[in-house]
């Protein structure tokens, strides 16, 4: 999976956000599983929690054990990385629809057409970095 994340001024890493995430967007998971009875699918991420894992209490594994990130300083980068995020579904061993525009999962419909798809999107230009250490002027 890739995305395009903004983080706001803060005192945490990247990684403790992330990692966050991860356990919340987890944890949410699981409960639609098992509240729409996936026992397969559940038995599976049951069967990848590795040994030492187990034993520290974890019961599913849902997540790559690592992830990279890419500091985008610019425009020309985000727009890259953007074009990556949207043809990259629908090629190679994907192929999960005959165009960007047309995977329901990706803001390219958001921004090739301006039209909302099944997520809400925020433009990546309005994505900077605001400081909420400070009282709110408006």
Known sequence: ?????????????????????????????????????????????EASVHKSDKIR???FEIWEDTFSWKHCYGNDFIIQKLEYMHNNPCRGKWNLAPSAIEYQ????NFYLTGKR???EVLHYLRLEDIDLTKPDSS
Not at 22 to 40: A, E, P
Not at 105 to 108: L, N
């Open 1 to 45: 999976m890739t995305v395009v994340i903004s983080l706001r001024k803060t005192n945490k890493s990247f990684n403790k956000i992330i990692g966050d995430g991860k356990r919340f967007i987890g944890y949410d998971i699981i409960k639609r599983l098992k509240r729409n009875n996936q026992n397969n699918i559940l038995a599976k991420l």
């Open 57 to 59: 209490g974890k019961l």
């Open 105 to 108: 999962h990706s803001s390219a």
């Open 117 to 119: 798809g099944i997520y």
